[in-house]
């Protein structure tokens, strides 16, 4: 039974960063795609970046230069770097897993496993 837990979150003034993190077991398939996925109030839930098996990656332009996605294998964890953080980053932010995918995407619709979600604030 595959989980996940999400770690990491919290308050902070635009410009500052966080580092997420996301604890996987009972997950351990030779090729997979990892990803984060956000949802602010009111919106849908969007992706923001995948990683898969390979070291491949994947950002929403949103994102992209602002936040790293990252693994570690010996700890299994999926990590979230963000940086420049700005009031339009506020959101619940999720991390979820797939088993295998023809492209490592970040469409939510192609992941199955989810985690609970860590919440991220960021005051102007």
């Known amino acids: 039974q595959e989980h996940l837990k999400e770690s990491g979150g919290g308050s902070v003034q635009a410009g500052g960063s966080l580092r997420l993190s996301c604890e996987v077991s009972g997950y351990t398939p030779s090729s997979y795609c990892m990803g984060w996925f956000r949802q602010a109030p009111g919106k849908e839930r969007e992706g923001v970046a995948s990683i898969d098996s390979d070291g491949n990656t994947r950002y929403s332009d949103s994102v992209k230069g602002r936040f790293t996605i990252s693994q570690d294998s010996g700890k299994n964890t999926l990590d979230l770097q963000i940086n420049s953080l700005g009031p339009e980053d506020t959101a619940m932010y999720y991390c979820?897993?797939?088993?295998?995918?023809?492209?490592?995407?970040?469409?939510?619709?192609?992941?199955?496993?989810w985690g609970q979600g860590t919440q991220v604030t960021v005051s102007s």
């Open positions: 979820a897993a797939e088993r295998w995918l023809p492209l490592c995407t970040i469409i939510e619709a192609d992941f199955s496993y």
